[in-house]
């Protein structure tokens, strides 16, 4: 079972920032967040990770609730090519016996 | 370089068939997985190896094995395919608690 909660489709307007939540109300202390996204036809791709501070890089900005049961997956000016499934996943220090589970994923539409 | 690279892409074959798909990665990494992905575009994790040694099976049929002649290959065999077998086929690499790096996918069509 999925360890995090999406909501099913978002949209956005072209140039504008976009926030994706997701909940993970059972995550542990030594799990990391992920982020991967799928755009059509091809793998999922990494987006972000974090631990407890708020992350950016050239993609995206992931910021992480205190309690660290939410967090937020910032785009901060969408662009047709963002229009991906995003996923929202855990990640457990314990390497070996990670299942790395993805639920549904938040579809996101992008229009020009 | 493709950092993961899987082949076939495309895959069309009859029912009671055997097919493997095979995977390859060439970022170094200890552990690898396969994922199926199906109509539904559920993404669902199958088998991780760590290092050529099985760590994760999740209740696959046993007509899927997977072999891991070398740490930076992981090919996936299936028997007597099924209907049901029909989907996308990923393969994943990783290191430590880093980033997943996928395959583009192998789309397996059963008749």
């Known amino acids: 079972d999925a360890k995090t909660t999406q909501p099913n489709s978002m949209e956005s307007n072209e140039e504008e920032p976009v926030h994706l939540p997701c909940n993970h109300s059972?995550?542990?202390?030594?799990?990391?967040i992920h982020w991967y996204r799928q755009l059509p036809s091809q793998g999922p791709e990494y987006v972000i990770h974090?631990?407890?501070s708020n992350v950016n890089n050239r993609m995206a900005s992931l910021a992480i609730a205190e309690d660290r049961k939410s967090s937020t997956l910032i785009l901060h000016r969408a662009t047709l090519r963002d229009a991906a499934v995003y996923y929202c996943?855990?990640?457990?220090?314990?390497?070996?016996?990670?299942?790395?589970?993805f639920g549904t994923g938040t579809r996101l539409q992008v229009f020009p | 370089d493709t950092a993961v690279s899987q082949t076939p892409k495309y895959l069309v074959t009859q029912m009671g068939n055997d097919k493997s798909i095979k995977c390859e990665q060439n970022?170094?990494?200890?552990?690898m997985y396969w994922y199926k992905q199906d109509s539904k575009k559920f993404l669902k994790i199958m088998f991780s190896?760590?290092?050529?040694?099985?760590?994760i099976n999740e209740t696959v049929p046993n007509r899927f094995s997977p072999k891991s002649p070398d740490k930076a290959h992981l090919n996936l065999h299936i028997n007597s395919l099924e209907l049901g077998d029909s989907a996308v086929y990923f393969c994943?690499?990783?290191?430590?608690?880093?980033?997943?790096?996928f395959g583009e996918g192998s789309r397996l069509t059963v008749l």
């Open positions: 190896y760590n290092n050529k040694e099985l760590i």
């Open positions: 970022l170094g990494h200890d552990t």
């Open positions: 996943i855990l990640r457990g220090r314990g390497y070996n016996t990670d299942k790395l589970i």
């Open positions: 994943a690499t990783t290191y430590a608690d880093g980033e997943l790096f």
């Open positions: 974090g631990l407890t």
């Open positions: 059972t995550i542990s202390g030594t799990d990391y």
